[in-house]
Each structure stands twice: as C-alpha cells, then as structure tokens.
C-alpha cells in the first residue's frame, strides 16, 4: 500500500515538473496579426477602469485590444523595453509596454503623436497597462 502511495505521489510530482517545463519554454507568440477584441480611444479605456474597475477587469484582462491616443511620455526601462505612455487624463494613462529590442524605440514617434497600439491588457495600477505591444500596420 505504501509504495502505491509513493509511486502516485512520484507521478505527480513528475507531471507537474514536466507541464512545468513545457510551460517555461514555451515560444513566446506574437500578437502582431492576432485581430484585436476591442477597438478604442485612450480615454475611454482609461474611463471605463476608473468607473468600475472589476468591470473593466472583467471585460479587458487578459483580451488583445486596439487603443488610440496621443503619446505624452516614452521611455526605455532598466532591461531595455520600450514604452510608452498614451494620454488619458491628468493623473492616468495607458502604458503600452513593447517587448525588449523593440525597433519602436529607434522610429518616430515623438511626444503630442496620435497613434494606435495594439497589446493585451493587464489591469490596472497607476495607468492602465498593456504589454506585448505592437503597431498595428494600416491596411
């Protein structure tokens, strides 16, 4: 009885470790021709997670979504990603976080540009954060 006990017990530990490794060494995918879920301006995302933040979680959290505003700061960070911030209101944005050796960092886009980024949500701390982001190509 005991050394069923163990061995079920060595099998679990072994598929955990296994999924485990699966999952650390998955290829990172790109979201750059996934289609968005939601296409909106910077104020009304930002709008829609200050009036009711659960709602919003619920409704954005983890989704591909389009955004357009005006870029009102930039920015690469410690572990050199690029990002950028697009105006909501005085005090929040949204923070569009590209990946690390992004090419955007290098092109045009300056402080008081409208652009669109396309990224997944991640909720909201100061600003609302969108990570993986991309420039979506006009077609």
């Known amino acids: 009885m005991k050394k069923k006990i163990l061995f079920l017990f060595c ?4 598929i955990g ?5 699966y999952l650390f060494h998955k290829p990172h995918l790109s979201i750059a021709e996934e289609k968005p879920l939601f296409q909106m301006d910077a104020t009304s995302l930002l709008g829609d997670y ?8 619920k409704k954005f959290l983890g989704k591909v979504i389009e955004v357009q505003g005006t870029i009102s700061d930039q920015s690469v960070d410690e572990k ?4 950028l911030v697009l105006r909501g209101d005085d005090l929040s944005g949204i923070n569009c976080q590209f990946e690390k050796g992004s090419s955007y960092a290098q092109s045009d886009l300056k402080v008081g540009k409208v652009i669109r980024v396309k990224g ?6 100061m600003d609302v954060v ?6 979506p190509q006009v077609n």
């Open 130 to 135: 969108l990570v993986d982001c991309v420039i």
């Open 80 to 83: 050199g990603s690029f990002n």
């Open 11 to 14: 099998a679990i530990i072994l």
């Open 50 to 57: 200050q009036s009711d933040e659960n709602a919003a979680n």
């Open 17 to 21: 470790a296994g999924y485990g490794f």
């Open 120 to 125: 997944i949500c991640t909720g909201m701390l």
